[in-house]
Structure formats: structure tokens, C-alpha cells
Nanobody
Framework: VQLQASGGGLVQAGGSLRLSCAASGRTFSTYRMGWFRQAPGKEREFAAALRWSDSSTTYADSVKGRFTISRDNAKNTVYLQMNSLKPEDTAVYYC?????????????????WGQGTLVTVSS
């Protein structure tokens, strides 16, 4: 199983980026896909999650209303559209997959992780 994250970069505050997570190696119909982020010197934290089977979504309060998680079945890819970015959104962003039934906001619930992509928001 492989999760390949991409799309990070440098953007000014108020700008937008779209991250992609290409999944391969198994079907994820019984999984929840998550995006986490880890800022320098801080613990990895939950940002957003999507249940693959019906695309139901959940967001951390810090990103709600600004970030949107979605999926493309045909491409087996999950996206994180990030709008109205703030300097405090600067972090390495990771995609991950967890079996349904586990606490989606806990890193320990996730079986598979991508390699991370760096997002830097300048003020």
C-alpha cells in the first residue's frame, strides 16, 4: 500500500493550495482517509477526514470553513483544498488511511501514511 502526497509549496497569506494524495495497493472502501499536519516543534495534529464509502467529512475547528477534503474514485485520490491560508497553517501535511470504527482524529488509528508535503504560508 502506498500513499503519495503532493501539492505543497510556498503561498502568501490569504492564498490557496490543493494537496493531493494518490492511493494504491488496496481498495479503501472500508477506510477513512485523513489529512494531518505537523508544524515545526509541534505534535502532528488532525486536520480533516473523509469516509471513502460515502464521502462524509469531518474537520478540525482550526480549518473548518477554509479547507475542503474530497476524493476522486476514478483516480483513487484524495484532495485537500486549502483556502484563506494563514501563516499558522505552515506545516508538513500528511495523508493517511484508517479502518472505519477507529477514532479518526488520533494518529494511532491510521495504518498507512504518506511521506508528507510541506506547506509554507508567508505573512
Amino acid at each position: 500500500v502506498q500513499l503519495q502526497a503532493s501539492g505543497g509549496g510556498l503561498v502568501q497569506a490569504g492564498g490557496s493550495l490543493r494537496l493531493s494524495c494518490a492511493a494504491s495497493g488496496r481498495t479503501f472502501s472500508t477506510y477513512r482517509m485523513g489529512w494531518f499536519r505537523q508544524a515545526p516543534g509541534k505534535e502532528r495534529e488532525f486536520a480533516a477526514a473523509l469516509r471513502w464509502s460515502d464521502s462524509s467529512t469531518t474537520y478540525a475547528d482550526s480549518v473548518k470553513g477554509r479547507f475542503t477534503i474530497s476524493r476522486d474514485n476514478a483516480k483513487n485520490t484524495v484532495y485537500l483544498q486549502m483556502n484563506s491560508l494563514k501563516p499558522e497553517d505552515t506545516a508538513v501535511y500528511y495523508c493517511a488511511a484508517a479502518p472505519l470504527g477507529k477514532n479518526y482524529y488520533l494518529t494511532g488509528s491510521y495504518d498507512y501514511w504518506g511521506q508528507g508535503t510541506l506547506v509554507t504560508v508567508s505573512s
